[in-house]
């Protein structure tokens, strides 16, 4: 399996503010993802974090909204922007090894804008 | 895109019986079919995954059935028990080849002691 921690696991904003969520792996695994759980739902993937260049968005995210950050290979961001009560969701960090499909998840990031 | 249907939503049990999830995918280049499980507060755990060279896989009370020409997957949980207790997600990719994990919508599961 795979050792991923997320900072912080839950926190409570406000209107108009940002939040940064970061993500630890224990691996230098070849892929990292960020995903979106709103309450009661599955997950959906927000974008793809690439190492050293612009990550990979999904239909509907964009960068100005989640920007995402990966310096090295061990180690991602994402920033919720200009957060407003639809964004009140838990947020996932995910990983995958180079040559296998197996996936791994965060712990989660419960967020909640007031 | 990839569709993922998964049913039912919610399902009940008595402790000890078995309990089975099915899922559905629309994209027959899909080659790779995980099972998670999501406790409350905690992110989702891998349990369980087949590939598309393989009909059946066991872990256990955990198993499951794939059947590529129906395009249709589904989870067996036998004996259960309380802590089985979760929801349980599906998904669907192309692996390795640059495969995103698509999921379904979640199933609930209650074992009642």
């Known amino acids: ?114 | 895109g990839e569709n993922v249907e998964q049913h039912p939503s919610t399902l009940s049990v008595q402790e000890g019986d078995s309990a089975v999830i099915k899922c559905t995918y629309s994209d027959s280049a899909s080659n790779y079919f995980p099972w998670y499980k999501q406790e409350l507060g905690k992110g989702p755990q891998l349990i369980i995954d087949i590939r598309s060279n393989v009909g059946e896989k066991k872990d256990q009370r955990i198993a499951v059935t794939l059947n590529k020409t129906a395009k249709h997957f589904s989870l067996h949980i036998t004996e259960t028990q309380p802590e089985d207790s979760a929801v349980y997600f599906c998904a669907a990719s192309r692996g390795n080849q640059g495969g995103k994990l698509i999921f379904g919508q979640g199933t609930e599961l209650s074992v009642k002691p």
Do not use: H
């Not at chain 1, 639809?86 to 909640?112: K, M, N, V």
């Open chain 1, 1 to 114: 399996s795979a050792v991923i921690s997320q900072k912080p696991s839950r926190d409570i904003c406000q209107r108009g503010t940002s939040l940064t969520i970061q993500c630890q792996v224990d691996s230098q695994v070849t892929m990292m993802f960020w995903y979106r759980q709103q309450p009661g739902q599955s997950l959906t993937l927000i974008a793809t974090a690439n190492q050293g260049s612009e990550a990979t968005y999904e239909s509907g995210f964009v960068i100005d909204k989640f920007p995402i950050s990966r310096p090295n290979l061990t180690f991602s961001t994402l920033t919720v922007s200009n957060m407003s009560p639809e964004d009140s969701s838990i947020y996932l960090c995910s990983q995958r090894g180079a040559s296998t499909d197996t996936q791994y998840f965060g712990p989660g990031t419960r967020l909640t804008v007031l």
